[in-house]
Each structure stands twice: as structure tokens, then as C-alpha cells.
């Protein structure tokens, strides 16, 4: 039997109230809170609906048409990939990303490439004038004119006046760029108010699921990493898209967030240049550093979704100066550092009560795989010991609480990508059932990756340490 439970809930912060009331106490937004029914059926499963959205005809399965999944392939691969093989008719997509992160560069191309396959697309920028939209457009490609004759630009904040466009060209494809700074006439909120952002997105699927077109929102980002406005902005979406990377490096990352119509375990791949963002081809070793002589790095195979990426990890150890020891993570979770940290602490026989310790994975990107705890440990032991490993070195595992290392899926994925990449020196968790091949060197625990470094790792001499160099480590890159 199904039970059913009616409450109030706010839509931006998603605090429940008994009663209804005007303004959010937790958020302080206006007009947010909305009678939601809550049902649990017989397995005790919890679903959650909007009141006034709940739609009253019930349809046996075989009634609803058959899917016939639409893709709308946007000729740039790694976008594609993220996507799932294209967008989906009728489907909207939300991207998000820090501020001059290259959000309205991708779309531009985005709409670029999709005109020049002869459909129509609205670019709809609220942010910038269409003479900024157009340089933008010139600079990607020289020849928009001609090859896009059917890409056309409004430069509005208002959605209604956007909707007008659509009816009169019906596009194929829809960008809006950024949700943020737009508006309905209908709703009395400024501009960026959760109702506003809401209200529009709204709009935008209704538009998108009626006239079976693609809708791709830009929206901004939060400093937490979350799409700015409401939180429900990500439920309602078909697909989140977040573009990241360093604003001063060339490589972006496009992950996938959510995904209605694909996996969320790819990640697209672009370097920025003056004429645009570019699919990177040898994505495995994109990430990797030139080699310097003499020093080498450890490399860690890591896997995205299909795809081998190989990355570049490094840390610094420093004394202590005021208080507290800090644990610094760029590239990974700070927490992650900490334990890490307090494992070769407690079975490694290393001491870093006295010790600042930073760890930074190369290239902007956020991994979030465990498999990268081997090679930071060794970076680690590396800094704190002043010590550097050969350049051929690679190696990947998780490490537990209890100071083993634990295997990981993909072996021979990962494997096959370091030797082919020429890494001679392959430092991999021991399983029950392999153990036997020479080419590889099995550790079980990080005592062994300790005995590892003491036996294969070269002393840095102290001209090569940074001034301070006799109370701090440094080893380049691990
Ligand atoms: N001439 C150029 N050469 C190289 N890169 C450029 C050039 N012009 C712009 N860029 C790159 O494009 C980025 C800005 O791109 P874009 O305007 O698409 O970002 P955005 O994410 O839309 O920014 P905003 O948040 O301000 O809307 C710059 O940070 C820079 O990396
Ligand atoms: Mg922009």
C-alpha cells in the first residue's frame, strides 16, 4: 500500500515547513516554498512531488510510445562522448564553470558546428552584447558567415522576447547563456532571484519537451563548485555538464554531472588556444609533464569512464611554523591528504606532527579515483625522505586505513596504458591470484613502498632543495 504525507517544502534550500509561508526562514528567499507530497510505497521506497506537478492520468506501459531516442551529434567529439553519442531532441542541458572558464566559447562552438550541418540554432546571450557574441564567433572561425548562415544571435535578458525568436525561426537548438542574468515578465523577483532562475528553467523545459528542440543552459558556479541559484536547478535538468581546469593552464575538462541519457563516467577533454577549445587526441598522456633530466616523476594510471588517463602527482613537505601541522590537496580531497598521511604516520614509521604537507596532481583536474593513493603516498615519502624515484616509475593502487594496498579494477587497462607509454618500472597491489609477472613489482602494504624508495631512490643533494632546503623536502615530482 502506498502512504501518503503532504508537506512544505522550500524549493531553494529545500528546508521543510508544516505550513505554508511567503518567505523562506533558512534561505530568506521569497515565494520558494511549495506543497510537495511525499509517498512511500510497499518496499519502502521514498519519492517526493511537487503538488501542483503531479499529473492525475495513470497509462499501462504499453500505452506510452515507444522511445525512440533522437541524438543530435554536435561534431566535437570529446563533447560527444561526455553526452553520450550527441544531445537528445527535446532534452536540456545545463553547463556550469568558473568565471572565464570557456563556457561561451564551447557553446559558440557548440551552435557553430550545429549550424553549419544546415539546422537552425538561437544563441541567446544575456550577459554580453551580440557585437561581443559576433567577435567571439570571428575569432573561432574566420568564416562564420558563410558557413553558419542559419546561427542567429539575441542579445536579451528577457525570456519571453526569447520564446518570440523561437516561434519565429524554431530552431533545432537553443542556447542560453547564462540563466542567471535572465528574466519572465510574469514573475515580479529581480533578476538572479531563485524564483527568477527557477521560473526560467521552468520555461526552458517546457519549451524544450513541446517543440522537441535542445536547450543548453549556461549557469555560473557557486565558490562550492555548484551551479549558482536554486539546487533544484540540477533536478530538473536532463544533463549537468561542469567545465573545469585552471583559468591560467590550456586544459579543460568537461565532466558530466548527471546524464538522463548516458553514463556520468566520462570526462571530455579540450586544450583552449586563440581560435578556440580543441579536442586533445593523445588524452592519455596530455596530463604528462616533459621529462627532466635526471629527476623523474611517477606517473598513476587513472580511468575515466572508457578512457586511460595517465597523471602526474607531486608533494612538498615543510616544518611546521605556527600551530597546527596544515594538509594542502590541489587536484584531490583535502581529506584524502590527511588520511593518507596519517596511515604512513602510523605504518610507515614516518613522522609529520612538525610537518606541513602539500600534494597537487598536475594539470587542473579534479580525480577522484583512490587509485591515485600509491603514487601520493610515495610522493610523500618521497618529499619527507629527499629522495626522487627514476623517471620510469609508474604505479597505482588504493591504500586502507590499515596501511595495505588494495587492488583496483581495470588492471590491465591500466598496465597496458603505462607500458605503452615506456614506464619500465611498474609498481602495482599483489592479489591473490597474480603475483607471477616479472615485469611488474607487487607491494602489499606501504612499509614495502618505503623499502621500495630506500632501495630504487636517488638522494636529492641538498643545491637542488629550495632555500630552506634543511628543514623542508622537496623532491620535484612524484
Ligand atoms: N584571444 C584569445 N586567445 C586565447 N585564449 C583566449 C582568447 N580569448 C579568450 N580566450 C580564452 O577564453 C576564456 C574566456 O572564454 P569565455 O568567455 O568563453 O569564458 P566564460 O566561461 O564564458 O566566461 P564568463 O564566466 O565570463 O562568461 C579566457 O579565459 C581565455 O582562456
Ligand atoms: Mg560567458
Redesign the pocket.
Known amino acids: 500500500m502506498v502512504q501518503t504525507k503532504r508537506m512544505y517544502r522550500c524549493q531553494s534550500c529545500e528546508e521543510t515547513y508544516v505550513s505554508w509561508s511567503g518567505l523562506c526562514s533558512a534561505c530568506g528567499e521569497w515565494d520558494t516554498i511549495k506543497e510537495c507530497v511525499v509517498s512511500r510505497n510497499k518496499f519502502g521506497t521514498r519519492s517526493e512531488r511537487v503538488a501542483s506537478e503531479l499529473s492525475t492520468e495513470v497509462l499501462q506501459i504499453a500505452e506510452i510510445q515507444s522511445p525512440n531516442v533522437k541524438r543530435l551529434e554536435t561534431g566535437i567529439s570529446e563533447l560527444d562522448n561526455v553526452l553520450g553519442g550527441g544531445l537528445v531532441k527535446g532534452s536540456v542541458v545545463l553547463i556550469g564553470?568558473?568565471?572565464?572558464?570557456?563556457?561561451?566559447?564551447?557553446?559558440?562552438q557548440l551552435s557553430m558546428a550545429i549550424a553549419e550541418e544546415e539546422h537552425c540554432v538561437i544563441y541567446a546571450t544575456s550577459?554580453?552584447s551580440a557585437y561581443q557574441s559576433k567577435m567571439?564567433a570571428v575569432?573561432l572561425n574566420s568564416d562564420v558567415e558563410k558557413a553558419c548562415s542559419k546561427l542567429y544571435i539575441i542579445a536579451d535578458t528577457n525570456l519571453d522576447n526569447i520564446e518570440q525568436a523561437v516561434e519565429t525561426h524554431e530552431p533545432s537548438m537553443l542556447i542560453i547563456?547564462?540563466i542567471q542574468m535572465l528574466h519572465q515578465s510574469s514573475v515580479e523577483k529581480p533578476i538572479g532571484s531563485t524564483s527568477q532562475i527557477q521560473q526560467c528553467c521552468m520555461s526552458l523545459i517546457h519549451l524544450a519537451r513541446e517543440r522537441g528542440i535542445c536547450v543548453c543552459i549556461?549557469g555560473?558556479m557557486t565558490k562550492e563548485g555548484l551551479v549558482a541559484g536554486p539546487r533544484m536547478l540540477e533536478h530538473m535538468v536532463d544533463v549537468v555538464l561542469s567545465?573545469e581546469g585552471d583559468?591560467h593552464d590550456?586544459l579543460r575538462g568537461l565532466r558530466s554531472i548527471k546524464n538522463r541519457f548516458g553514463t556520468t563516467l566520462e570526462i571530455g577533454l579540450f586544450e583552449?588556444?586563440?581560435?578556440g577549445l580543441h579536442n586533445v587526441d593523445d588524452v592519455a598522456s596530455f596530463l604528462l609533464q616533459e621529462e627532466h633530466e635526471g629527476l623523474g616523476s611517477i606517473v598513476c594510471p587513472v580511468m575515466h569512464g572508457s578512457r586511460c588517463l595517465l597523471v602526474e602527482v607531486q608533494a612538498l613537505t615543510a616544518g611546521t611554523l605556527f600551530g597546527q601541522a596544515r594538509r594542502r590537496a590541489t587536484g584531490f580531497d583535502s581529506s584524502r591528504l590527511t588520511r593518507l598521511t596519517a596511515v604512513l604516520e602510523q605504518h610507515a614509521g614516518l613522522e609529520f606532527v612538525d610537518q606541513d604537507v602539500y600534494a597537487n596532481i598536475v594539470g587542473g583536474l579534479q580525480i577522484r579515483e583512490p587509485a591515485t593513493d600509491l603514487a601520493i603516498c610515495c610522493a610523500i615519502i618521497c618529499a619527507r625522505l629527499n629522495m626522487s624515484l627514476p623517471r620510469s616509475v609508474a604505479m597505482y593502487g588504493e591504500i586502507g586505513l590499515d596501511g595495505r594496498v588494495r587492488n583496483v579494477p581495470h588492471r590491465e587497462q591500466r598496465v597496458k596504458q603505462i607500458v605503452k607509454r615506456g614506464f619500465s618500472q611498474n609498481i602495482v597491489p599483489i592479489t591473490r591470484n597474480e603475483g607471477g609477472d616479472k615485469n611488474l613489482t607487487y607491494v602489499a602494504s606501504v612499509g614495502d613502498l618505503v623499502t621500495f624508495i630506500q632501495k630504487n631512490g636517488i638522494s636529492i643533494p641538498s643545491n637542488n632543495r629550495l632555500s630552506d632546503g634543511e628543514k623542508s623536502g622537496f623532491n620535484g615530482s612524484v
Not at 564553470?97 to 559558440?108: A, C, E, Q, R, V
Open positions: 564553470g568558473d568565471p572565464g572558464i570557456g563556457k561561451s566559447t564551447l557553446m559558440m550577459e554580453e567571439r575569432r547563456d547564462s549556461v555560473h567545465f583559468r590550456a583552449m588556444t586563440a581560435k
